[in-house]
């Protein structure tokens, strides 16, 4: 049909241009204007044809031609205006017009014209509007009644009379309103054709963005059952998207995030605004190897419009679009992580300072107000009080200086600067000396040393100093807190490559809180500004730092009011253990060292 493209272009080009944007309403248009225009140009060029052969027409023939111009102008008010509703209310006016006056010439209700009234509602019906529709019931009605009376009441003119061409008209008035609704059933047909083809296109456009997006899109019913889930759910949950229809998905959220999930459906399908969520849900299929395996989705819903469906039906379906934010998750737990490491540094922090400022304040005041004592000439002091102040300003320059060197040897160790020199010793002799030097200290504070040190110990390649270092900080620990009548014992054994030495007291215990946090540096149980038992909190962390340069382990178990024991297991040759170790692993050890070292230096220095 190449000889009608020309004339479907221009009908193409009357199409008003708001009606051009939406192919549907641009169909409708279409189907509007070219009946119009071409039935009313092909009746009006059959004019000279129907003269030739009926010869002068009369004055209804001429009308009856005369409104074929009609539709063409109808047409180009369409056109020119784009309102279509009022465009197929005027038609709907025109021919009931027509046909009324063509009936009302032609013996009223039962002329072949009046046929014609049942094509009006038909033609209204066209254009999809109740109200198009209605108007041109009403107008169909108005007419016929008009008839009913004018039949009743014999007003028809004269000429109505006549019936010498009764049956021909009413066969003409049948063909032509069978033809005429023909035309109008075929129009029908090729706008629901249209339709449905554009709904199919739609559709398509539709399943095709689904089924390329990474976000997943589904349509949940009633109690979240899943009707719709487009295919991007597949590689996201690890299961076919047929599985996740009905409640399989609800069955795969984390029980503890199922009544989360079931709220925000059910507010978004109460409410126009929309909600969001975050569930765990479970991923890959049901067999054990893949169960527990949850990942973390945001899900955004909101209801869905049934256009209108929805107050008539009560349904109350709900969209949700759902993208894996697991990643995300595992951002904001190592912020949370960060964060709670941050208050624990200021913690640190604080804790530094108001331990150091005890510790330091202690020994410096002696020190200044015993020397001032003894360098104030007015006061006559004998030699034995000076001897007692020299003494006292001897212990308190000792005791700061141990501070000092517990604080250098942490940062030392935190930094990996500190070195140890290892040689051969006697591990018992070691012990033994340890506990001479502090055998004062336990007399003074009522508190008796036992050792166990088993017979035959080997010979222990270390660094001595260190390993001094180690006994007598957990030895002096061990006193300080132990009440007089207690007791401190100290056991030395071999366990395999190991050397064993334990420090166990009969002291006040650590709590169960506390346990897990001892050794860190600066951290002491239970520590005020008026605790009981001096010290930095240094010891145990230092400890800890040269048992690990060593690459042996410690072990603390205790329990509040009943004591502490403290063992600890070096190697008996560390070079050894150094050479065997795996050099990647040392390398990932020491790395981690330098990050820990450098970030507590930020800390510090914050």
């Known amino acids: 049909m190449s000889f009608l493209s020309p004339v479907w ?3 193409d080009a009357l199409v008003h241009p708001a009606a051009q944007s939406d192919a549907l309403t641009a169909a409708r248009h279409r189907a509007f204007i070219a009946p119009r225009l071409v039935g009313s140009l092909a009746a009006l060029a059959s004019f000279p044809v129907y003269i030739a052969f009926r010869g002068v027409p009369s004055v209804l023939e001429v009308a009856i031609f005369g409104w074929l111009v009609t539709p063409i102008l109808i047409a180009y008010f369409l056109s020119r205006t784009g309102r279509y509703e009022r465009a197929h209310i005027l038609s709907s006016l025109s021919l009931t017009g027509l046909v009324t006056a063509v009936a009302f010439y032609n013996g009223g209700i039962a002329s072949f014209a009046a046929i014609w009234l049942v094509v009006v509602p038909l033609e209204a019906a066209l254009s999809a509007s109740r109200r198009v529709v209605a108007l041109a019931s009403i107008f169909v009605l108005i007419a016929a009644g008009g008839l009913l009376l004018a039949n009743a009441h014999e007003w028809l003119p004269p000429a109505a009379a006549m019936q010498d061409n009764h049956g021909a008209l009413a066969a003409l008035g049948i063909v032509s309103a069978a033809l005429y609704a023909t035309g109008l059933a075929l129009s029908a047909e090729r706008l629901a054709r249209t339709s449905f083809w554009l709904l199919h296109a739609e559709e398509d456009r539709y399943h095709l963005l689904a089924r390329n997006m990474t976000d997943v899109i589904s349509r949940h019913g009633k109690n979240g059952a899943v009707m719709f889930i487009s295919p991007a759910a597949e590689p996201l949950f690890g299961v076919r ?3 996740l229809h009905g409640h399989g998905l609800f069955d795969r959220v984390h029980v503890t995030d199922r009544p989360a999930f079931l709220t925000a459906l059910a ?3 109460d409410d126009s605004e929309g909600r969001s969520v975050e569930f765990r849900i479970r991923r890959g299929g049901d067999d054990e190897a893949q169960a527990g395996h949850f990942v973390w989705v945001e899900m955004r819903c909101r209801l869905l419009d049934h256009a209108g469906k929805l107050a008539d039906t009560g349904e109350r379906d709900v969209v949700a679009v759902m993208r894996d934010v697991s990643e995300r998750k595992i951002h904001e737990e190592a912020i949370e992580l960060a964060r709670l490491e941050r208050e624990r540094a200021d913690e640190s922090k604080t804790r530094f300072l108001a331990t150091m400022s005890h510790e330091l304040r202690t020994p410096l005041n ?6 001032e004592m003894l360098t104030n000439d007015e006061l006559a002091l004998p030699p034995a009080r000076k001897l007692e102040y020299a003494k006292l300003i001897n212990e308190s320059g000792h005791h ?7 604080i250098l040897d942490m940062s ?9 020199t290892p040689e051969p010793f006697a591990p018992g002799q070691a012990i033994m000396s340890c506990c001479d030097l502090l055998a004062l200290k336990a007399r003074d504070a009522g508190v008796e040393i036992k050792t166990r040190i088993a017979v035959g110990l080997p010979e222990t390649i270390g660094d001595r100093r260190a390993f001094n270092q180690i006994m007598i900080n957990l030895i002096s620990n061990a006193i300080k807190f132990t009440p007089r009548g207690g007791r401190v014992t100290i056991g030395a054994l071999c366990d395999g490559p190991k050397l064993s030495v334990s420090v166990e007291d009969t002291g006040v215990g650590i709590g169960m809180d506390d346990l897990p946090r001892v050794g860190e540096a600066f951290f002491q149980a239970r520590a005020s500004y008026d605790r009981r038992h001096d010290g930095s909190g240094l010891g145990l962390s230092i400890v800890k730092g040269l048992v690990k340069l060593h690459h042996g382990d ?7 009011g009943e004591g502490t024991r403290v063992t600890v297991r070096l190697p008996l040759d560390c070079e050894a253990g150094r050479t065997v170790a795996d050099p990647i692993k040392l390398v990932t050890e020491r790395a981690g060292e330098l990050a820990a070292a450098a970030n507590v230096l930020v800390k510090k220095s914050a």
């Open 400 to 406: 700061l200086l141990s501070v000092v060197n517990g």
């Open 9 to 11: 272009n221009y009908v």
């Open 554 to 560: 410690i072990d603390i178990r205790s329990r509040l």
């Open 241 to 243: 998207a047929a599985d």
């Open 412 to 420: 030392k160790m935190e930094t990996g600067n500190f070195q140890i």
């Open 366 to 371: 002696a020190i200044i107000g015993f020397s």
């Open 267 to 269: 507010d978004a399908a």
